[in-house]
Each structure stands twice: as C-alpha cells, then as structure tokens.
C-alpha cells in the first residue's frame, strides 16, 4: 500500500511510506498483525527549507531523517498496530550513524532519500502494542550510507502526567537548591555550531563547568519557536550536535565548516519541562585518551558525552562523534 503520511508542517513535498506485508491479511484489512512489520520510506531531502536545508557545511542535514523515521513509525503505529490516538508518543531512546559520507555531501541538485523501515512491536497488550522499536537502513541517491534507530513508547495521559510531575518537582527541588544555575553568557554566530540563520542557534555560549566540562544553555523559547513542540526529541538532537561540533572547535581545533555528526545516540531518563533552564554539559576526553581518533583515511573523529540536565536531574545521556572532513 502506497500512502502518503500526515507528517509534520516541516516536512514539504510528496512522501511515500510503502507497507511491505508478510501476510496476506494486511493487504485486506490494511492493518498489520502485532509483529516485525516492513516498510520503504521516500522523499526528496529538502531544498530552501528554513530548517532543514540551514546548513553552513556542504552536507545535507543529518536531523531530516531522524525526523522522518520517527514520524512515519507514529504514523504507521495508528495505522497499521492500532495504537490509539490519545496515547502520547515518548521516546526511550534513539540513534543514528554514517557509515558512507560520500552521499551525504550536498552535490548542488535534489537528493532523493530513502528509509527501509523494521517495526517491531513490543509489551502487546490486547493486540495493542505498548511501544514500537524502529530500525532503519539510510539510502541517499540509491546509495546506502547510513542507519538510524527508535525506540517508542506510547502511554496513557495518566501515566504521561505522572512522570512528567515527578520528574518537574525534582528539578524544582534543585533549582532552588542552588543545582544547575550558569549564566549565559551570549549566543554563538550560526556558522559556529553548523547553521547559516541566527534563528536556528539552540545553545548559547559554554561556560566551564566541574571537571573540565563545557555547559552550554538551551535555548528553549528558541527552540519551540524552530522545532514547534514544548521539548520535542528532535531538540536533544539538534542541540547536541550544535554543542558537539563547537565543543569539537573549542577543544580540538576542528573546522566546523567542515565538520560532520557521524555518531549520535541519545538515551532519555524522563521530561524535560520547557519552562525550567536547561543546559547541555560536554565531556571530551584528551587526544591521548582516545578522544580523537583517526579513521581508515586518516581523518579526526572526535568523540563526545553529552548530558542534557535540569537542575541536576538528568534528562538525556548523548554520545556522539564529530568527523573533521578534510
């Protein structure tokens, strides 16, 4: 069944998501039994798009696939498990990686991408599944250059609402304690943290912080306005890459202009609340730690611990690589 998902407002033009069932009954029922489901992704990456094509280096923007394999799993989730519409999508845990970045280098034409989607779902209840583990092989102009990878988990508005006041007392509790508080001391020029437009500049400059660390401020009223949720999963990726790749500069000498996220994965331990200061804290080991390593080509990589806290409670633990492509 070919079908064209409702996907975010950030996503512009024609888009296929393809079912590729294993039982004849889901060509009939158009729903799919609760188990490892199949499906081909595919549109054309963004050009002139105020996000997504807001890139300073000559690479296309490695957030537009991780978004479009998060939003075609939910669509397929109501569509094909049945997953009712009032459960509200958390993400567990979530993560991509370049295996080729031959293709991911902007050739100055449209670029067609392809995602070949394995859902699977998990903890079924009734034949409703409780949350969706997504895997994806990455595909740009027919040429497989990379993965990523989800793990959903759809609660009830009870459940949802619990955690999240759990999760706000304790940070409050912190604050007030004293945990968690860094002024701001500016925000970076776009071209710093890999954009063209000051718009989309999520994290304001590091101050250092305990045992070398370099904290960066997250820009929230920024980032709602850009990514249009209160703390959507696509900021903890956007901000890390942001914070690695200037954090890979201050720390290393790398050239963001040609610098390129080729490793990220972001495990999440609760809510973050929008209207709470929250910071991203970067660890990097020395060079001679193994913090920079070199590949078969002899280029850099930089490797990076990214913890995304509120007061002191942790909200997400990112690690990821920063490639230095020269």
């Not at 997953?83 to 293709?103: F, H, K, L, N, Y």
């Not at 020395?286 to 806290?309: C, I, M, S, Y």
């Not at 409670?313 to 020269?326: F, P």
């Amino acid at each position: 069944m070919d079908i064209v998902p409702e996907l975010s407002p950030f996503f512009r033009g024609p888009q296929h998501l393809v079912h590729k069932p294993e039982s004849p009954e889901a060509f009939l029922l158009d729903a799919g039994a609760p188990v490892r489901q199949s499906f081909t992704y595919a549109t054309e990456l963004p050009e002139g798009h105020p996000l997504f094509d807001d890139v300073a280096a000559p690479f296309h923007d490695l957030l537009f696939p991780v978004e479009a394999l998060r939003h075609a799993a939910l669509f397929a989730a109501r569509q094909y498990f049945r997953v009712p519409p009032q459960r509200i999508t958390a993400v567990s845990a979530s993560g991509t990686e370049i295996t080729d970045v031959t293709p991911w280098r902007r050739s100055g034409g449209p670029a067609r991408l392809a995602l070949e989607l394995a859902l699977t779902p998990v903890n079924v209840i009734t034949g409703v599944p409780r949350g969706l583990e997504c895997e994806a092989v990455v595909s740009i102009g027919g040429r497989r250059c990379g993965t990523a990878g989800a793990e959903l988990v759809f609660l009830s508005p009870g459940v949802h609402r619990g955690h999240r006041e759990a999760g706000r007392r304790q940070s409050e509790q912190s604050l007030l304690a004293g945990h968690g508080q860094f002024t701001v001391t500016g925000v970076p020029a776009p071209e710093r943290v890999g954009r063209r437009s000051s718009r989309n500049v999520l994290v304001g400059l590091p101050v250092e912080g305990e045992d070398e660390r370099l904290v960066f401020p997250v820009d929230l009223d920024a980032a709602g306005q850009v990514l249009g949720d209160e703390v959507p999963a696509a900021l903890f990726l956007e901000a890390s890459r942001q914070a690695a790749l200037m954090a890979a500069a201050e720390l290393h000498g790398f050239v963001t202009s040609h610098a390129l996220l080729t490793h990220w994965h972001g495990a999440f331990r609760g809510f973050a609340e929008p209207a709470l200061p929250l910071h991203c804290a970067v660890h990097a080991q020395k060079p001679d730690e193994g913090g920079v390593v070199r590949d078969a080509a002899g280029q850099p990589t930089a490797r990076l611990r990214l913890d995304f806290l509120q007061g002191d409670r942790e909200v997400a633990r990112v690690s990821a690589s920063v490639l230095q492509d020269c």
